[in-house]
């Protein structure tokens, strides 16, 4: 493996115990502002983890926010980077009439959304964001990994890809 | 690309490149339009008041598991439009496979070339070494009356070496055969990085 390409392109593999430990701190947010969703995603635009609060929006496409955040944040770093702004660590606040949305840096690969009701106190829920930020970038730190599976084996891989895009592919387009 | 491990998913990131009105986001449109719609997420479109790409299209794309894994297919493309230059630079990070959507209008060389040009220093300024980045080139809009011949424009981008794919992206004709492509040369990388 070229461990350097690998790294330049931004590649990430996640663990079950990492992944576990960033579920827990997304029910955490949840819970404790209490939020009504939220979202890790890295800033390449892969969505890594997505909670919502029963009742709210669970029905979102979370991949779609995961790209749609990291456009965001990135449109936000640009921002301040010409204007000669820039930090690390920053969060953007959109405040609004019925929901607050904050998205926060998770070191630079990664960033949380948070949405809180409007009647959320913004330093209360800009206070425990930022710390929870804080918390997923050291669930996020590279780890030793378990052996893969899946490296092993020795299947022709682009040819089951391309069948399985052959079986749910129609000639005839749905032009809904 | 991102493994996660816990729900067995292999994620990953293609992005389709190309000059302004090259049909980049015409293929996004055709494969939401003849997926499965149980296998794919909502297309996503940031555009502009003339309808023109301002920052990306958004499309995911599902598959059955295959060899332990359920790989999750991002599609996404950039604005073609010169000035738009942060907003692909933006969306080429993290990116595991690109097609370079070529316009086949004998008029627009140059900017088939610009664009190409403008792909590899936006990946050189990203340290993405472009050797062993999978890259498929598409050339579009084959039902023109002055179409170049597919040859032509791989020799005028010189990416003879690469695969390349003839379409009329419209119609939905070499759309799939150039995911089929991308996906599986992505595919095949990945596989060779993981082991």
Redesign the interface.
């Known amino acids: 493996?070229?461990e350097k390409?690998?790294n330049?392109?931004?590649?990430?593999?996640?663990?079950?115990t990492q992944?576990?430990t960033i579920d827990q701190l997304l029910d955490h947010i949840i819970e404790k502002l209490p939020a009504r969703l939220a979202l890790l995603t890295?800033?390449?635009?892969?969505?890594?983890a997505f909670r919502a609060a029963s009742g709210g929006a669970q029905n979102v496409?979370s991949?779609?926010l995961g790209?749609?955040i990291a456009?965001d944040l990135?449109?936000s770093r640009?921002i301040a980077r010409v204007t000669g702004t820039y930090e690390e660590c920053q969060l953007v606040l959109r405040q609004g009439q019925q929901v607050h949305t904050l998205i926060a840096e998770v070191g630079n690969e990664f960033a949380l959304l948070v949405q809180v009701n409007s009647q959320t106190p913004l330093g209360w829920a800009r206070m425990v964001t930022l710390d929870i930020a804080r918390q997923l970038a050291q669930a996020v730190q590279p780890i030793t990994p378990?052996a893969?599976?899946?490296?092993?084996?020795d299947?022709d891989?682009?040819?089951?890809?391309?069948d399985?895009?052959?079986?749910?592919?129609?000639?005839?387009?749905?032009?809904r | 690309?991102?493994?996660?491990?816990?729900?067995r998913e292999?994620?990953l990131?293609i992005v389709y490149y190309g000059p302004a009105l090259s049909g980049k986001t015409t293929n996004l449109e055709?494969i939401y339009?003849?997926?499965?719609?149980r296998?794919r997420?909502?297309l996503?479109s940031?555009k502009t008041h003339e309808d023109r790409t301002l920052?990306?299209d958004?499309l995911?794309?599902e598959?059955?598991k295959?060899?332990?894994?359920t790989?999750?297919i991002?599609l996404?493309t950039v604005p073609g439009q010169v000035y738009y230059e942060?907003s692909r630079r933006?969306?080429l990070?993290?990116?595991?496979g690109i097609v370079f959507v070529a316009d086949s209008n004998l008029e627009r060389l140059n900017e088939n070339i610009e664009s190409w040009e403008n792909l590899k220093s936006n990946l050189a300024a990203?340290?993405?070494?472009m050797p062993?980045?999978p890259i498929v080139i598409q050339c579009n809009k084959r039902d023109l009356p002055n179409a170049m011949p597919s040859e032509y424009i791989k020799s005028a981008l010189q990416v003879n070496g690469l695969p390349s794919y003839e379409a009329i992206a419209t119609q939905?004709t070499g759309v799939?055969n150039t995911?089929?492509a991308i996906?599986?040369?992505v595919?095949?990388a990945t596989?060779?990085?993981?082991?």
């Open positions: 493996m070229d390409a690998l330049l392109r931004g590649n990430l593999i996640l663990y079950p992944l576990q890295q800033t390449s635009g892969q969505m890594v496409d991949h779609a790209a749609l456009g990135a449109a640009e378990p893969s599976e899946w490296s092993d084996t299947q891989l682009s040819h089951l890809i391309g399985s895009l052959d079986s749910i592919w129609t000639e005839e387009p749905d032009v | 690309m991102f493994v996660n491990w816990q729900l292999l994620n990131k055709q339009a003849r997926i499965d719609p296998r997420g909502e996503v940031l920052y990306f958004f995911q794309l598959l059955g295959i060899a332990g894994l790989p999750k991002q996404y942060a933006i969306v990070r993290g990116v595991d990203l340290q993405i070494p062993v980045l939905g799939l995911l089929k996906v599986g040369s595919i095949n596989q060779r990085e993981l082991k």
